[in-house]
T-cell receptor, first 113, second 117 residues
Framework: AQSVTQPDIHITVSEGASLELRCNYS??????LFWYVQSPGQGLQLLLKYFSGDTLVQGIKGFEAEFKRSQSSFNLRKPSVHWSDAAEYFC???????????FGQGTTLQVKP | GAVVSQHPSRVICKSGTSVKIECRSLDFQATTMFWYRQFPKQSLMLMATSNEGSKATYEQGVEKDKFLINHASLTLSTLTVTSAHPEDSSFYIC?????????????FGPGTRLTVT
């Protein structure tokens, strides 16, 4: 079955600390992987995506993610978190056949001053 | 580029009435659009896939007669919630897909908050 798991429902980090949000997926074909961020009451903003090639991808706002096929993971990282990064983060997987995305449950990031 | 708009951003309607939500791709042609529903503190649930000029494909468990989807042009899809009830209150988000842009990436609208009283 196709699925995305974000094991951490809620994470709290101090401002300036590093961040890693976990994402594991199960997908039968070659996956396209995405990380989105959602602020309260807003739509989704794409942080970064992986289709092929270099397994370490850089995104906006200083985020990066690493695709590890052997671990079926696509974890999101940021070396130094800013208070404005507090939001909901969603990992998603899709394929080229339908364009449909499967979303993880989301991780709420809280940033302590 | 790749901007998707939704209108209205918020709507309040009375139980039993119908409400239409528009999703527009502003600067590209969207062959496929998706409609999602999001409950508070939860993930996005795909409701249906809408392809221009053809009938929408609904996900299992989604009532097609309650959630009418029309994709009449390459830049506009509409979701009509018919005979709305309080349990239909939710955040509805659309996205647009354009393989012609070279990637299978969905571009999301800002969402519509529906409250049924």
């Amino acid at each position: 079955a196709q699925s995305v798991t974000q094991p951490d429902i809620h994470i709290t980090v101090s401002e300036g600390a590093s961040l890693e949000l976990r994402c594991n997926y199960s997908y039968g074909a070659t996956p396209y992987l995405f990380w989105y961020v959602q602020s309260p009451g807003q739509g989704l903003q794409l942080l970064l995506k992986y289709f092929s090639g270099d397994t370490l991808v850089q995104g906006i706002k200083g985020f990066e993610a690493e695709f590890k096929r052997s671990q079926s993971s696509f974890n999101l990282r940021k070396p130094s978190v800013h208070w404005s990064d507090a939001a909901e983060y969603f990992c998603a997987v899709g394929g080229s056949n339908t364009g449909k995305l499967i979303f993880g449950q989301g991780t709420t990031l809280q940033v302590k001053p | 580029g790749a901007v998707v708009s939704q209108h209205p951003s918020r709507v309040i309607c009375k139980s039993g009435t119908s409400v239409k939500i528009e999703c527009r791709s502003l600067d590209f042609q969207a062959t496929t659009m998706f409609w999602y529903r999001q409950f508070p503190k939860q993930s996005l649930m795909l409701m249906a896939t809408s392809n221009e000029g053809s009938k929408a494909t609904y996900e299992q468990g989604v009532e097609k007669d309650k959630f009418l989807i029309n994709h009449a042009s390459l830049t506009l899809s509409t979701l009509t919630v018919t005979s709305a009830h309080p349990e239909d209150s939710s955040f509805y988000i659309c996205s647009a897909l354009s393989p012609g842009r070279g990637t299978y990436e969905q571009y999301f609208g800002p969402g519509t908050r529906l409250t049924v009283t």
